[in-house]
């Protein structure tokens, strides 16, 4: 859209027009050249505003420049009539509507018209300039800096943002407060609570050590924007009191800046005169290359995994998870007075409740009688529909049913045939539910009554003091198949003529013998001398602190230990019958552990039957 200031002589209405009017006819077209008037003097918009002899009536028009030629003759086309008077291009108001007499009308062309006039650009006050304008000259502005998304940019802040500015690189960033802060204070960027910038202060690690650190340009409050936006790097001159060339830190006080390190040293940069600091947060605080070699280590990758040792990693003396100093004794003392700390600790996961002073054994892959129950006096014939089944109750510390015994024979002569062992839940005295494990051999049965293991491929886990049913059938061939048991009272016994469908009590006890591991390979547990198992023959050494099954314990092993309390210096220290506990006298299971060198130290020598 174009419209030309055009100067055109007053005309006069040449016939009477009305608000229902569609051509306005004017007396002439001439300009004060003398000449016609023409479209392109106009544009692509004309306005005209008819007046009346003392101008105490007007309305304006808008008309169609393209119908110039025909303004004196067919007149031009009106558009819009009624316009409003405040310059407005597009609105008709119907009380601006007037009838206008021929010959005592006149019309307005041209630069007169209030329309025409408010499409000028002011040079005072606010004002939305549309459509594209093209600059012969560059324009230039005092304005200042931008600030907001929509300001142009002054190349001198576009040069300073890309190229930074002469003598020092300013890297200055947007950024909201996260609270009262004022220009040159120090400040972060809390990443944690509210991405919002903060004071620093030295007192505070967090706002300090590892995080992105400015100094504000200006002033800002909670949620709002900081003037001028934060400098992250270069030359703020928003100090005071400063001496030129002093290294400069991270105060005790919120948002100072000082001369003298704070509770958490952070320098920040060095100051160039007593208001100018060029800020570069750590310049002097970096590790040279060689520092950097020798973190690499000797062996390994640093890491989660492989930490560094530090100054609380030792003790003057033996302490869990400590490394010992050297004191200045060359050689162990032969009585062992300068034995104190010469330790072999480990870390192993408890496989049951601990208390602090526990005597431990660690668990291996060997397995236990569980239970074992019934006699020989009797016999209860099986076959692929009749089952015999034995209820037994889980051990205490039983984790798993690892194999069953059964005695078996045949009614006479010898055959192979398969039978197969199974175990089952208990419910109300009988098996129930679907079989927990299950295992087959093919086996050659005599007359003779013969014991035969039968071992779980895997383990079966079973609960602790839990009762279960052993269930005991022929799988193979025809050949008479007897199980032998005693036959006195009822000990929880059941048989089954449907394929185990449903059971029913009898009277005695199969002979059975059921094997159970009751420990895990690896982890730790009380040391027991009273059976001649795993608990009185893997001994290596003492808890130091209680904790839960499944929690990691530091165990002392392999050399002198200073914690226990009332030994008998000289006396030779045995595992005991009580679970965990040590004694001068031995247990069931002879297994000597040590020599009390003090009250309080034992000189433990772990042997493995």
């Not at 200031?5 to 027009?17: D, E, M, R, Y």
């Not at 040279?288 to 280590?297: C, K, S, Y």
């Not at 050689?331 to 996961?349: E, K, Q, R």
């Not at 309390?565 to 030779?572: E, I, K, N, Q, Y």
């Amino acid at each position: 859209m174009t419209m030309l200031f055009t100067s055109v002589p007053t005309k006069t209405l040449a016939q009477t027009i009305n608000s229902s009017s569609t051509k306005l006819i004017v007396n002439n077209i001439i300009g004060w050249n003398g000449s016609a008037l023409t479209s392109a003097e106009f544009g692509t918009r004309l306005f005209a505003v008819l007046r009346n002899s003392d101008n105490s009536i007007i309305e304006i028009f808008e008309l169609d420049p393209s119908t110039t030629a025909d303004g004196a003759t067919t007149g031009f086309d009106i558009l819009k009539a009624g316009m409003n008077f405040t310059g407005d291009i597009s609105t008709e108001v119907a009380a601006n509507k007037q009838t206008w007499v021929k010959n005592q009308t006149f019309v307005e062309l041209g630069s007169h018209v209030p329309q025409l006039l408010n499409h000028m650009v002011q040079i005072i006050g606010n004002q939305t300039i549309a459509g594209v304008k093209t600059f012969a000259s560059l324009p230039a502005t005092t304005g200042g800096d931008a600030i907001s998304d929509n300001d142009l940019v002054r190349k001198a802040q576009l040069d300073a943002a890309v190229l930074g500015q002469i003598g020092t690189n300013k890297v200055v960033v947007a950024g909201l407060a996260g609270e009262t802060i004022t220009a040159g204070q120090l400040v972060y960027f809390d990443t944690v609570t509210n991405n919002e910038w903060m004071k620093c202060d030295a007192n505070t690690a967090a706002s300090v050590d590892n995080v992105e650190m400015g100094i504000a340009q200006g002033a800002g409050t909670d949620g709002l924007a900081i003037t001028g936006g934060i400098l992250t790097r270069g030359l703020d001159s928003n100090q005071t009191g400063m001496t030129a060339g002093d290294v400069m830190y991270a105060s005790d006080t919120a948002g100072d800046i000082a001369s003298s390190a704070g509770t958490v040293e952070v320098t920040v940069g060095a100051a160039y005169s007593a208001t100018d600091i060029y800020f570069n947060p750590r310049f002097n605080q970096q590790i040279t290359e060689n520092q950097q070699d020798a973190l690499v280590g000797s062996s390994g990758t640093p890491g989660p995994a492989n930490t560094y040792i530090t100054e609380e990693d030792t003790s003057d003396a033996a302490a869990s998870g400590k490394i010992v100093r050297a004191i200045g004794t060359a050689l162990p003392a032969l009585d062992g007075s300068n034995l104190t700390g010469i330790v072999t600790f480990a870390t192993i996961t408890a496989g049951e409740a601990l208390t602090a002073l526990d005597a431990v054994v660690i668990g291996d892959n060997s397995t236990e009688q569980m239970v074992s129950l019934g006699g020989t006096a009797s016999n209860e014939s099986v076959s692929s529909t009749v089952r015999v089944a034995q209820l037994v109750t889980t051990a205490s510390d039983t984790l798993t049913i690892s194999a069953v015994d059964v005695k078996l024979s045949t009614g006479g002569g010898s055959s192979t045939t398969e039978v197969t062992v199974e175990i089952y839940a208990d419910s109300a005295g009988v098996p129930t539910g679907s079989v927990l494990g299950t295992v087959t051999r093919s086996l050659g049965i005599t007359a003779s009554t013969v014991d035969y293991t039968f071992t779980f491929t895997t383990p079966i886990s079973v609960s602790a003091s839990t009762n279960y049913h052993i269930v005991v059938y022929r799988s193979g061939t025809s050949q008479t198949t007897y199980l032998q048991k005693n036959d006195t009272g009822s000990l929880g016994t059941t048989k089954s003529t449907n394929s185990g469908s449903s059971f029913s009590a009898i009277n005695g006890a199969l002979y059975i013998i059921v094997y159970d591991v009751n420990h895990v390979p690896g982890s730790i547990y009380r040391a027991d001398a009273s059976t001649n198992n795993v608990r009185a023959n893997t001994f290596i050494g003492f808890v130091e602190a209680s904790v839960i099954s499944g929690d990691p314990a530091v165990v002392t092993s392999g050399a002198v230990i200073n914690f226990l309390t009332g030994l008998t210096a000289g006396s030779l220290y045995y595992l005991s019958d009580t679970t965990g506990q040590i004694s001068t006298t031995n247990g069931s299971q002879s297994r000597l552990i040590g020599r009390a060198l003090t009250a309080t130290k034992l000189l433990i020598q772990p042997i493995f039957n």
